[in-house]
């Protein structure tokens, strides 16, 4: 009963918080409300037309929607870089980072689940995949695991933040025992949620690009490259408009972990541009079509040859310690990186895989308005999302949340 | 409005009113209402379209976009309803409507009820003898209380030792393409976008069969100098990737070897499609069309009924001819008989002797899928 009293005034004062704010705050919500009203209304004739008002058709049959889901997932996946050092390792400059990078997560995966729903054909019978309820096929397709590992992972990234500003709302410290092995599991969890992504593309034998090996784990190295740049970016905005503290030593910290990455990164993607160009087969027409385009037909060109010079720049700067401990470079080098990353995996990475089709059909792909404006509406919900919680987050951590017990 | 549409779209009966007023408003040839002045019925919408139309109004667009609705989605613009909405009240059709309320009721109750137990079946792979044979039931009546017409579907299981195969004779196809339209005809596919199950690929002589180089959408004479021409649809694999992907289980393969979809399960989202290496399946991007004439009702729960947009579907070797014994129709239509069904478990089909005596090959066989879809030369 008194978790219950306190959970509610917890509520109240949250909605306290968010509801009030500087100027820019405001116009910031404003924005994204309107961005996603926009979203709303492309939504909408979507339903009304069916999924030909977007650019996709029977030969490129996954676009722009699934393209950022994969890519998300990576970003939601890379909160764990975060978690582990801090309540593992007890490494104690992580730990402010660490509940902006779940509040990322959960903001991330909410994305996720929005494009998913956006890209299905029939959302008023999404119930069908509902386990109990409808049929679900498990363990043979690999998107059912998808649905589990991502809906896990909500859980574990909701419930470990939540547990610690509950106590800490009450003005009470969490315990270790507690959220320790909370922490651990959600370690292996984001690893699976990236591998297991990784699977539903890889296991189709049916398209040659994505059917190979290396996938998975160039999944995690461009994750972990993308997720903590976006940490980075956003904990300097934090540290820019608000009163909480960041140190230059963490966000240095974080710029470590985005460097190997990076650094990983690139090994695989050398290994993998070799292998479809030293001796290639016919299975590297997908990669042709990717970087040169192929018979005349080279809508991907420009997006792929913006990601890699990106890609190589970013990475050159941030091995250069000097150039990485700058912080005005590192924020342009975070920012090209994950640009890079997006492109790459996600529209260089869904849309070649179909094509050229399986018989060798080359239909491409280009996103319609309807479907961009989608897009962007989900990601501003997912901004705004990420906007409460931060500053909810935020306001218990400088206490200035509190609860008042009434009684004492 | 409706002339110039060429398929078949139930319009609330607003547009079409001609052809129905039979006896009634109602469009309803039975029942309790025969009081009705002819010369009214042109301009007054029924009881039944009023209250339709009410509910039009009130709800709107919402009421599209329940699953089965989908199909038979009722065009209509609101404004129109409401002008004929206030038409009629003023003509007076409330002398109709009390006249015919009854039958009114029940009918758009039934309506209402059918569409609820189909949007929250369950999968049709589960379901028992009887289920099946309800909502085969509840289809049919739909379409009649939709159309006035009567559609005939079956639910018919596979039969016992009995598996499908194809065999597709290289050297005779001329590429005329009677298959594509005949399967076009037979499986009311959307006319609108032209779906077609069936791809005939021309190739050049000499070169072998390079897929990439050929062309799969001609408009020119056959056969074509220089050329050959092969056939491509899905090959219903005795090990399908398609069917693995799929998280809710809306496609499966049959006890007779053919791999089918649920058009009512399938949530569309189309991992079935990336997993399919043969480019056999095809997705209902928008609502399907084809004009109510041109409707073949003779259908299959598994085959050729009525789809709906955001679904899945894809050739089933015409499931609803081949288990009464006959052969899919693109076999039947063709001229060269360069298409060859039949039971592979019968010794003595002409399928089996194709695959015994003549050098066959599949594509794609490192794939592991198994097609049952054999291409040989004479
Ligand atoms: S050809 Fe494609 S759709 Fe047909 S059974 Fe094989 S994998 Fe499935
Ligand atoms: S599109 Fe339909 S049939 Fe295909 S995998 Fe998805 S739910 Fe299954």
């Given at each position: 009963m008194?978790?219950?009293k306190?959970?509610?005034?917890?509520?109240?004062?949250?909605?306290?918080?968010?509801?009030?704010g500087?100027?820019?705050?405001?116009l910031?919500?404003?924005?994204?409300?309107?961005v996603?009203?926009?979203?709303?209304?492309?939504y909408?004739i979507?339903?009304?037309?069916?999924?030909?008002?977007t650019?996709?058709?029977?030969?490129?049959?996954?676009?722009?929607y699934?393209?950022n889901?994969?890519?998300?997932v990576?970003?939601?996946?890379a909160?764990?870089m975060?978690?582990?050092?801090t309540?593992?390792?007890?490494?104690?400059d992580?730990?402010?980072a660490v509940?902006i990078?779940?509040?990322?997560?959960?903001?991330?995966?909410?994305?996720?689940?929005?494009?998913?729903?956006a890209?299905?054909?029939?959302?008023?019978?999404?119930?069908?995949?509902?386990?109990?309820?409808?049929v679900?096929?498990?363990?043979?397709?690999m998107?059912?695991?998808?649905?589990?590992?991502?809906n896990?992972?909500?859980?574990?990234?909701?419930?470990?933040?939540?547990?610690?500003?509950f106590?800490?709302?009450?003005?009470k410290?969490?315990?270790?025992?507690?959220?320790?092995?909370?922490?651990?599991?959600s370690v292996?969890?984001?690893?699976?949620?990236?591998l297991?992504?990784?699977?539903l593309y890889?296991?189709?034998?049916?398209?040659?690009f994505w059917?190979?090996?290396?996938?998975?784990?160039r999944?995690?190295?461009?994750?972990?490259a993308?997720?903590?740049?976006?940490?980075?970016?956003?904990?300097?905005?934090?540290?820019?408009f608000?009163?909480?503290?960041i140190?230059?030593k963490?966000?240095?910290?974080?710029?470590m972990?985005?460097?190997?990455?990076?650094?990983i990164n690139?090994?695989m993607?050398v290994s993998e541009?070799?292998?479809?160009f030293y001796?290639?087969?016919?299975?590297?027409?997908?990669?042709?079509y990717?970087?040169?385009?192929?018979?005349?037909?080279?809508?991907?060109?420009p997006w792929?040859w913006?990601?890699?010079?990106l890609?190589?720049?970013a990475?050159?700067?941030?091995?250069?310690?000097?150039f990485?401990?700058?912080l005005?470079?590192?924020?342009v080098?975070?920012?090209?990186?994950?640009?890079?990353i997006w492109i790459?995996?996600?529209?260089?990475?869904?849309?070649?895989?179909?094509?050229?089709?399986?018989y060798g059909?080359?239909?491409?792909?280009?996103p319609?308005g309807?479907e961009?404006?989608?897009?962007?509406?989900?990601w501003?919900?997912g901004?705004?999302?990420?906007t409460?919680?931060a500053?909810?987050?935020?306001?218990?951590?400088?206490?200035?949340?509190?609860?008042k017990?009434?009684?004492? | 409005?409706?002339?110039?549409?060429k398929?078949?779209?139930?319009?609330?009966?607003l547009?079409?009113?001609?052809?129905?007023?039979g006896?009634?408003?109602?469009?309803?040839?039975?029942?309790?209402?025969?009081s009705?002045?002819?010369?009214?019925?042109?301009?007054?919408?029924?009881p039944?379209?009023?209250?339709?139309?009410?509910?039009n109004a009130?709800i709107?667009?919402e009421?599209?976009?329940?699953?089965?609705?989908?199909?038979?989605?009722?065009?209509?613009?609101?404004?129109?309803?409401?002008?004929?909405?206030?038409?009629?009240?003023?003509?007076g059709?409330?002398a109709?409507?009390?006249?015919?309320s009854?039958?009114?009721g029940?009918?758009?109750?039934?309506?209402?009820?059918?569409d609820?137990?189909?949007?929250f079946k369950?999968n049709?792979?589960?379901m028992?003898d009887?289920?099946?044979q309800?909502?085969?039931?509840?289809?049919?009546?739909?379409?009649?209380?939709?159309?006035d017409?009567k559609?005939?579907?079956t639910?018919?299981?596979?039969?016992?030792?009995?598996?499908?195969?194809?065999?597709f004779?290289?050297?005779k196809?001329q590429g005329?393409?009677?298959?594509?339209?005949a399967?076009?005809?037979?499986?009311?596919?959307d006319?609108?976008s032209?779906?077609?199950?069936?791809?005939?690929?021309?190739?050049?002589?000499?070169e072998?069969?390079?897929?990439?180089k050929?062309?799969?959408?001609y408009?020119?004479?056959?056969?074509?100098?220089?050329h050959f021409?092969m056939?491509t649809?899905?090959?219903?694999?005795d090990?399908?990737p398609?069917?693995?992907?799929c998280?809710?289980q809306?496609?499966w393969?049959?006890e007779?070897?053919l791999?089918v979809?649920?058009?009512?399960?399938c949530v569309?989202c189309?991992?079935?499609m990336a997993?399919?290496?043969?480019d056999?399946?095809?997705?209902?991007?928008?609502?399907?069309?084809?004009?109510?004439?041109?409707?073949?009702?003779?259908?299959?729960?598994?085959?050729?009924?009525?789809r709906k947009?955001?679904?899945?579907?894809?050739?089933?070797?015409c499931?609803?001819r081949?288990?009464?014994?006959?052969n899919?129709a693109?076999?039947?239509?063709?001229?060269t008989?360069?298409r060859?069904?039949?039971?592979?478990?019968?010794?003595?089909?002409?399928?089996?002797?194709?695959?015994?005596?003549?050098?066959?090959?599949r594509?794609?066989?490192?794939?592991?899928?198994e097609?049952k879809?054999w291409?040989?030369?004479?």
């Open positions: 008194g978790a219950f306190v959970f509610k005034s917890l509520v109240v004062d949250s909605l306290d918080t968010i509801t009030k500087s100027k820019t705050y405001h910031w919500m404003g924005f994204l409300t309107l996603m009203l926009i979203g709303m209304y492309c909408s979507q339903l009304e037309e069916g999924l030909s008002a650019g996709m058709s029977d030969r490129v049959s996954w676009g722009l699934i393209s889901f994969t890519f998300l990576g970003v939601a996946a909160a764990v975060l978690v582990m050092p309540y593992v390792l007890k490494d104690i992580f730990k402010q509940l990078g779940e509040g990322l997560a959960v903001a991330a995966l909410i994305m996720c689940l929005a494009f998913v729903v890209d299905m054909g029939g959302p008023s019978v999404l119930w069908h995949m509902i386990p109990g309820i409808g679900f096929n498990f363990p043979n397709s998107l059912t695991w998808d649905v589990i590992v991502l896990g992972y909500l859980f574990i990234n909701i419930s470990i933040p939540f547990y610690i500003l106590k800490h709302y009450q003005n410290e969490a315990k270790k025992s507690v959220y320790v092995p909370g922490a651990i599991i292996f969890w984001a690893v699976g949620i990236h297991v992504t990784a699977f890889q296991g189709l034998q049916a398209r040659p059917n190979n090996a290396l996938l998975g784990p999944f995690l190295a461009s994750a972990f993308a997720g903590p740049s976006l940490i980075i970016l956003v904990l300097a905005v934090i540290r820019s608000t009163a909480f503290k140190e230059d963490t966000i240095k910290k974080i710029a972990i985005v460097t190997v990455a990076a650094q690139l090994i993607l541009l070799f292998k479809e001796a290639p087969t016919h299975h590297s027409e997908s990669a042709y990717l970087f040169f385009g192929l018979h005349g037909k080279n809508a991907l060109l792929i913006t990601a890699i010079p890609n190589v720049l990475t050159v700067i941030l091995t250069f310690n000097k990485r401990n700058n005005k470079v590192l924020y080098c975070c920012f090209m990186l994950f640009v890079a790459e995996k996600g529209f260089g990475l869904i849309v070649p895989g179909f094509i050229p089709g399986p059909k080359i239909v491409e792909y280009l319609t309807v961009i404006g989608v897009t962007i509406g989900i501003a919900m901004a705004f999302v990420f409460i919680l500053k909810t987050a935020i306001g218990i951590e400088l206490g200035e949340l509190r609860y017990d009434k009684k004492a | 409005m409706s002339d110039n549409k398929w078949y779209s139930l319009d609330l009966g547009n079409n009113k001609k052809e129905s007023s006896s009634c408003g109602c469009g309803k040839s039975e029942g309790s209402c025969s009705t002045p002819k010369e009214q019925v042109e301009e007054e919408l029924s039944e379209e009023f209250y339709e139309a009410a509910i009130s709107g667009e009421r599209h976009r329940d699953g089965f609705e989908q199909v038979f989605d009722v065009k209509m613009d609101r404004r129109s309803a409401f002008k004929k909405l206030t038409a009629s009240l003023l003509i059709a409330g109709v409507t009390t006249s015919c009854v039958t009114t029940s009918d758009t109750k039934e309506k209402a009820q059918i609820w137990e189909e949007q369950g049709y792979k589960l028992t009887e289920e099946k309800g909502t085969i039931n509840r289809l049919m009546r739909s379409y009649e209380l939709r159309t017409k559609i005939n579907m639910a018919e299981n596979a039969a016992e030792d009995v598996l499908f195969g194809y065999a004779n290289i050297s196809c005329y393409m009677n298959c594509v339209n399967c076009v005809e037979e499986n009311n596919q006319r609108n032209e779906m077609q199950y069936i791809r005939i690929h021309e190739m050049k002589d000499g072998g069969f390079k897929f990439d050929a062309d799969d959408n408009y020119h004479e056959v056969p074509a100098e220089g021409y056939g649809q899905c090959f219903h694999c090990n399908p398609c069917v693995e992907v998280p809710v809306a496609t393969k049959e007779d070897g791999v979809i649920d058009y009512d399960w569309g189309r991992y079935c997993a399919c290496p043969y056999g399946r095809r997705f209902n991007w928008s609502k399907p069309e084809v004009p109510e004439p041109e409707v073949n009702k003779n259908q299959h729960y598994l085959g050729n009924r009525m947009k955001g679904v899945m579907e894809k050739c089933t070797f499931v609803q081949t288990r009464k014994g006959k899919p693109c076999v039947e239509a063709c001229p008989g360069a060859i069904f039949g039971n592979l478990l019968d010794p003595n089909s002409t399928i089996r002797w194709v695959l015994e005596n003549k050098k066959v090959f594509l794609k066989e490192d794939l592991g899928t097609p879809f291409y040989f030369m004479d």
